[in-house]
């Protein structure tokens, strides 16, 4: 086990590779036992930009527990221009989120129990509810919405199949958890 | 198909002819012992049961008949006998059996039936309609008056199907606090926009959205629709009341239909309904017309415009005017989705039962097979075994892992045709300890010794599993003719499969030769509380031991089914493994179950593969 001395370990079981690249992690929530591997670049630098006075909001990113972030994936919070105002806005991921190798994720919201496969592109503001799977190579087309029990394909990524009762037994990540 | 390695469950509802039970007789299921509730697809019976118990039972006789070896009972058994048993194995090839495969976590389970249900054997009904894209539930009286697609601002791209947002038609404008219109319907994953049609759409507001398109793309075919419906809503006699809308009017109508229909009076005798005597439909005689000039026109419009403004055929089919060219796509409402609960089709118990809230994923009630029946899961032994080429004549081994989700511990059969049935190409398969136990489920252990203790030091004496490589270390491994590896609710076992030589000739391919598929016939049995008749339909495991009061009577239950182990495809043969009589496996006398020492548990074996 040489990958054991890779990760950094937190107080709340979080492991982090010391070759991820994470910015802005005073803006960033993991919510324990999530795994972040190599080359994983995480942008919580990009966070909401508020009228000066204001407080500034706080979290760009929030990252719920027992989420396994692959090799070379991207989170990027999505970005819009709002009456004439460019602007981040948060993102967040619920609890036994996969993100496959090479994805990149701009999503606002994804639900939990949700694997994403290798190389997809979640686009802007998108919302991906709980048990989804996305398959590989999936791109995900700005501003929409994934409903639970849902197997997405393609490019844009369409609804191909509906995933079973099961779904979030399937997708639980806590063996991987372990394995790691 | 999915990805090697994978097992399928076969349904028992696959077989609808009458089978002959020649389990080995070694191993009689005695007769005497009466088919309790929990007694669910064991069979053991002459082919002339009566009906009524065979549909109830969707028919699934065991029809099971494997030489010795396989079972380590017979030592001196001819291989070759396997060859007439052919017939009697599940055969994976056979088109019947591509119907009645599943993994498992696509099962359900009736607790009425005592018996597996595949998505083929279950009856739905909808619950809740809903707009996937805006999660607004969608009345079914609206579902019934204005159709199966959302009504409110949710339209799909008409040339890629992504969703369209809508968007001011002037950019300069989107700066302002208010944007003013027009507005457009833009598709941000290929930029089709509803100014690219012919004439352009442009919506004055961007809200309400539907109402403002049905004015814009009102085509003949909707005018034809609307037409349709009024004819039929007239030749109902009653105009007035909508008769979609009613459900005393949809039964009404409904009924006539099978009245009609069958013929048989039977049916119609007890319903008097208004509508009954009025009821000779009459079709709209209106053949489709096709219009040799517009037809033309087309064609020129081809010639200028070229293929490339041409619609595709799922492009053109979506859509109901079917478009010959781009420009003339509309955007598409998205399509309505259900929440569906689902009945056992043979007792019409409710067997999963999704909450009606749209944007909740709970059920009350889910009666998964996950929960009722054990799960098996293979991995490679060795880890330079590539799925997807197996070496000819090489030992491939593999780890079988069957994991208990009862609470009542479980001793397994394993049993394998000797040689993979229904193939000119038959490799040979050994499991190499047949029968075992498994240990009982307990949730608390899995999150007591998983995690706080996660390497409760390897007791010596237990060797790790051997990394890739040397053979010879494996067959001296005592624990290959054992249970490989025994913890809390699984048990792991070692197949041997030797694929054969396999040419890669045409047929070979059409047949699709290669692909090395393993029935196993999975025959469980374990000893659980009977009487519990008060016990509720809702989703508990079966068998959860309380030992709360009334006497509780323990009786041995006994259950199996087949399932296929996808072990990979054979590849080209690889020079110096040549064909050879497989290792003797040591075999286990008959009747001394197995058991293997109790190893604390060290490393838990994923039970589920992860993508990795
Ligand atoms: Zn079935
Ligand atoms: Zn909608
Ligand atoms: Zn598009
Ligand atoms: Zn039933």
């Known amino acids: 086990m040489s990958q054991k001395s890779e990760y950094i370990q937190t107080e709340t079981g979080n492991k982090v590779s010391r070759k991820s690249l994470i910015i802005g992690s005073q803006n960033i929530i993991l919510g324990g036992k999530t795994i972040i591997q190599a080359d994983c670049c995480i942008r919580g630098d990009l966070r909401r930009l508020v009228p000066q006075g204001q407080n500034a909001a706080a979290v760009a990113i929030a990252v719920g527990r027992y989420c396994f972030l692959s090799k070379s994936c991207l989170l990027r919070p999505p970005s819009k221009t709002y009456r004439g105002q460019f602007s981040y806005y948060p993102m967040k991921l619920g609890d036994h989120v996969f993100v496959g190798e090479g994805s990149v994720i701009e999503a606002a919201v994804i639900g939990s129990y949700v694997n994403i496969g290798k190389n997809c592109v979640i686009g802007k503001f998108s919302i991906i509810k709980d048990c989804v799977r996305i398959e590989d190579g999936t791109v995900i087309a700005p501003n929409s919405v994934i409903p639970s029990f849902s197997s997405v394909e393609g490019h844009p990524g369409i609804v191909v199949e509906e995933l079973p009762e099961t779904a979030a037994e399937m997708l639980e990540l806590k063996e991987l958890y372990k394995s790691i | ?612």
Not at chain 2, 385 to 393: A, C, D, E, F, G
Not at chain 2, 417 to 438: D, K, M, N, Q, W
Not at chain 2, 507 to 515: A, G, H, N, Q, S
Request: aromatic share 6%.
């Open chain 2, 1 to 612: 198909m999915s990805s090697f390695p994978y097992i399928h469950i076969s349904c028992p509802c696959h077989e609808d002819r009458p089978q002959t039970f020649t389990i080995d007789s070694a191993r009689p299921i005695s007769p005497s012992k009466s088919p309790s509730k929990h007694d669910f697809n064991f069979l053991p019976t002459d082919p002339h049961t009566p009906t009524k118990r065979r549909t109830l039972l969707g028919g699934f006789t065991p029809s099971v008949s494997f030489d010795g070896g396989n079972l380590g009972l017979d030592l001196d058994d001819d291989e070759e006998l396997t060859d007439e048993d052919d017939e009697n194995n599940f055969d994976p090839r056979d088109p019947r059996s591509a119907f009645s495969l599943f993994p498992i976590e696509n099962l359900l389970y009736c607790e009425d039936c005592h018996q597996i249900r595949c998505p083929r054997c279950v009856q739905e009904e909808i619950v809740c309609w809903y707009c996937p894209s805006c999660l607004f539930e969608v009345p079914s009286s609206t579902v019934k008056s204005d159709g199966n697609r959302c009504t409110r601002n949710c339209y799909l791209c008409p040339v890629c199907t992504a969703l369209l947002a809508v968007i001011p038609v002037n950019h300069s404008s989107g700066h302002s606090d208010h944007p003013t219109g027009p507005f457009n319907l833009f598709c941000s994953h290929c930029h089709w926009t509803t100014s690219d049609l012919i004439p352009p759409i442009q919506l004055e507001k961007p809200t309400s959205i539907s109402a403002q398109l049905s004015k814009l793309t009102h085509s003949p075919q909707d005018t034809e629709f609307i037409r349709l419906k009024q004819h039929y809503a007239q030749q109902l006699g009653n105009a007035q009341e909508d008769f979609t809308n009613s459900p005393a009017a949809l039964t009404r109508l409904m009924g006539l239909y099978t009245g009609l229909g069958s013929g048989s009076g039977g049916h119609g005798g007890s319903r008097k309904g208004r509508g009954v005597k009025k009821l000779e439909m009459k079709e709209v005689d209106r053949p489709r017309e096709v219009n040799e000039e517009q037809e033309l026109e087309i064609v020129e419009r081809m010639a200028v415009e070229g293929l490339e403004a041409t619609t595709t055929a799922k492009q053109r089919l979506t859509q109901p005017h079917e478009p010959r060219f781009l420009s003339d796509l509309t955007p598409t409402a998205v399509l309505l989705r259900t929440k569906r609960s689902k009945r056992c089709r043979a007792c019409r118990h409710i067997l999963v039962k999704p909450e009606s809230k749209v944007q909740t994923t709970r059920f009350r009630i889910r009666l998964v097979a996950l929960n009722y029946i054990p799960s098996l899961t293979i991995k490679r032994l060795d880890s330079t075994i590539t799925w997807n080429n197996l070496t000819p004549h090489k030992t491939h081994r593999f780890l079988l892992t069957v994991t208990n989700p009862l609470f009542d511990p479980i001793s397994v059969s394993l049993l394998t045709p000797r040689r993979t049935p229904g193939t000119a190409f038959a490799s040979r398969v050994t499991i190499l300890c047949p029968e075992f136990e498994v240990g009982a489920n307990t949730d608390v252990w899995d999150d007591a010794l998983m995690s706080t203790k996660p390497a409760a030091a390897t007791p010596s004496g237990v060797s790790t599993p051997p990394v890739a490589g040397s053979f010879a270390s494996f067959s001296k491994d005592p624990k290959m003719s054992t249970v490989y590896e025994q913890k809390m609710n699984y048990t792991s076992v070692v197949i041997e499969v030797v694929p054969p030589e396999i040419p890669d000739t045409r047929e070979t391919r059409i047949r699709d030769e290669r692909l090395l598929e393993i029935p196993i016939y999975v025959r469980v049995e374990f000893e659980a509380e009977v009487d519990r008749d008060d016990e509720e339909g809702g989703g508990g495991k079966p068998s959860h031991s309380g030992a709360s009061g009334g006497a509780v009577q323990r009786e041995r239950v006994e259950y199996s089914y087949w399932c296929v182990v996808g072990v990979g495809r054979v590849g080209d043969p690889v020079e110096g493994v040549v064909a050879s009589e497989p290792n003797t496996p040591v075999r286990t006398p008959v009747g001394t179950p197995v058991k293997a020492p109790r190893t604390p548990a060290a490393m838990r074996t994923p039970l589920r593969q992860v993508r990795s």
